[in-house]
């Protein structure tokens, strides 16, 4: 009699204290299969894209150039999606470029995002001097027309590849994020948790990092996802006007490229539509996840 | 008011020495410079050293700064070496173009997202909500160039409903109603296609404040009077919504101005954003320099003129 009432008890508490972070996103996207399947989707996608990429295709087979063959239809002697200008299998540089892209992209997301999140921490925590100062900045750069300096910083930089290249976004892209999580912290830091470890004696760094970062965590994760769509657009954008990756290393923007000579956009549509659509695929996919997380991350929007 | 105006203005001219700062120096890392391009096998090596002094190669770069800062102020921004004109009389051509691309989407913008937005926060989740919350998301998610090169290929090429490049069939003679209606069918399907992009934010903005609106003790009071829902929305609810909206404008445009070197490119559209293009291949770098620091100017304008129109729609923001 005394265990089952142990039991109920304990089923009590369990029932009625708030779910907490990834129970919340877990019900939203059970209640939200659009988004569910999204998620899934998009992480199989990149697995796939990985996978083959990395050790399926032979990248030095798909880059060689075979006149012979080109402008071959998709189908035709053993190209699945056709060839280019030069006779290099198109599905092979789809896979490889979706891989460029995609590890760019992270790479960005996650660089802007360290510098962004800590930075805004910092500011919010400390507020004043610091603050004001950072803010100056941060809203100087904002209101820059990045896209036309990001190429010429990439039309300056001498030796010019991927690292280089990841920089330079990165360089533009961590202000917004650090503005984000600069109003939020700003707000989180004036609680009475905070003072009270700081009563306790704990050092600054600690309770930046241990006390506030855990308690944005479920805005973070919107805002990184959000930035990972962003940043492969960014990318992608980038290298379709050319200024991006150079062409002997395929991004999905430079097979899109290829669609500004007008005679491939019309007539030779397995060049450029198939990156199209697995560049809306993606960004499609990633955004609505990022909203989804978002829903669960506002309480007055969930849908579970 | 003017207060706001004001020190918002001032707060202006430190950033705009800055951005000019910055681009001026950016300007002088680029490889080579606009004489590498002259040099042939048949040119006098001294010659072009020649041309670098007398275009004031070799002073110290504050002395050139203040030479170019002192000259853009009045509107002459040097010659342009691959155009071989001045600088400003370039620009000023393009920019013509880029600027009735950009007033004819922004016209759009206002005429698609405010029925829309409207729409779906009057009949909030039902299927019509539903389709333009879709329709917003999408054109939210998807790439800018993905969705002109689509545009281009479905109703440029494959329906052949538009004109896929230029603004304006060469036969036609200037000044006759056919030419303008010429110039025109050029721009609707550019228009169409970066309208469509811009929408997005106004239409989720409208959406929300008309569902918050719908619970608000105003429209309680406006019901109980015996006021009909419909003269509600049409007189109340709409009329609070939309001045808020009002402040999106100098976004929109700055934002637009920013995306123009995406349309240009795709639809060949002789613009500021093709302009710019072109001579970052051919390291024109007083038409780059010219360029962005007009870019710069008009996103700071931008955000001054969306500010501006806040602190008279919403008199709380007017902070002194």
Redesign the interface.
């Known amino acids: 009699m005394a265990n089952k009432n142990k039991k109920t008890v304990e089923n009590f508490k369990s029932e009625s204290s708030p779910p907490t972070g990834i129970q919340v996103v877990l019900r939203e996207f059970k209640k939200d299969k659009l988004a569910m399947f999204s998620f899934l989707g998009i992480i199989a996608l990149m697995v796939a894209v990985f996978v083959i990429a990395s050790w399926i295709i032979d990248k030095e087979a798909v880059m060689k150039i075979n006149l012979i063959e080109r402008f071959t239809e998709p189908g035709v002697s053993g190209y699945i999606l056709g060839a280019d200008e030069a006779g290099r299998d198109m599905f092979g540089q789809l896979i490889i470029g979706a891989k460029n892209s995609l590890l760019i992209a992270i790479a960005i997301t996650i660089l802007a995002n360290v510098v962004g999140i800590t930075l805004g921490i910092i500011m919010g925590y400390y507020g004043g001097f610091i603050d004001n100062f950072f803010m100056r900045i941060i809203d ?1 750069f904002i ?7 990001i ?3 990439v ?2 930089v ?1 030796k010019y590849g991927i690292t280089e290249l990841i920089f330079i976004i990165a360089a533009f892209q961590w202000m917004s994020t650090a503005r984000l999580v600069r109003s939020k912290a700003l707000s989180e830091a004036r609680r009475d948790y905070i003072s009270a470890s700081k009563t306790m004696g704990t050092s600054d760094f600690a309770i930046m990092f241990k006390g506030l970062l855990p308690n944005l965590s479920s805005l973070l994760i919107v805002e990184v996802t959000l930035n990972f ?1 962003g940043n492969v ?1 960014i990318e ?2 980038l290298s ?4 991006g990756l150079p062409p002997s290393t395929p991004s999905l923007g430079t097979l ?1 490229s290829y ?2 000579n ?1 005679i491939i ?2 007539s030779k ?1 397995w060049i ?2 198939p990156a ?1 659509i697995l ?2 695929v993606l ?2 996919g990633i ?2 996840v990022g ?1 989804a997380l978002r829903r669960s991350a506002d309480a007055k929007q969930r849908l579970g | 008011m003017w207060k706001t105006v004001i020190r918002r203005i001032l707060i202006m001219i430190p950033q705009l020495f800055i951005l000019s700062l910055l681009i001026f120096i950016l300007a002088k890392q680029m490889p080579g410079d606009p004489f590498t391009g002259l040099i042939t096998p048949e040119t006098d090596p001294n010659r072009i050293e020649e041309l670098r002094i007398k275009a004031g190669f070799y002073d110290p770069w504050y002395v050139q700064y203040y030479n170019w800062i002192t000259n853009a102020a009045q509107g002459d921004f040097g010659q342009s070496y691959t155009h071989e004109k001045p600088v400003a009389s370039i620009i000023g051509d393009r920019a013509e173009k880029t600027f009735a691309l950009a007033l004819f989407s922004v016209i759009l913008v206002y005429l698609i997202a405010i029925p829309l937005g409207v729409i779906a926060g009057r009949y909030h989740d039902t299927f019509v909500d539903k389709t333009i919350v879709l329709y917003s998301f999408i054109s939210f998610a998807i790439p800018a160039f993905v969705l002109y090169l689509i545009f281009v290929f479905v109703f440029g090429y494959r329906l052949m409903w538009f004109p896929t490049s230029g603004t304006v069939d060469v036969s036609l003679d200037p000044g006759t109603w056919e030419y303008y209606w010429n110039k025109f069918y050029h721009l609707l399907l550019p228009g169409i296609s970066y309208a469509i992009l811009g929408t997005t934010g106004i239409i989720q903005y409208l959406r929300t404040e008309i569902i918050d609106a719908k619970t608000m003790d105003y429209v309680k009071t406006a019901r109980s009077k015996g006021i009909p829902m419909k003269k509600v929305y049409s007189r109340h609810i709409f009329r609070n919504s939309l001045l808020p909206i009002a402040a999106f404008l100098g976004f929109t445009i700055t934002g637009l101005l920013g995306g123009s070197i995406f349309i240009e490119s795709v639809f060949a559209y002789p613009g500021m954003g093709k302009l710019f293009i072109d001579s970052i291949l051919s390291r024109d770098y007083s038409v780059i320099t010219a360029l962005v620091m007009l870019y710069g100017f008009l996103a700071l304008l931008g955000s001054l003129l969306s500010d501006i129109i806040l602190s008279i729609v919403d008199p709380r923001i007017r902070i002194d």
């Not at chain 1, 209101?143 to 300096?149: A, D, G, K, R, S």
């Not at chain 1, 379709?240 to 200024?243: A, N, Q």
């Open positions: 100087f209101t820059l027309p990045t896209l036309m300096i190429i010429v910083v039309t300056i001498p769509a657009g992608t954008g379709f006007l050319g200024f899109i669609a500004m007008p956009l019309s549509w450029w539509l199209s560049i809306l960004m499609l955004n609505y909203q």
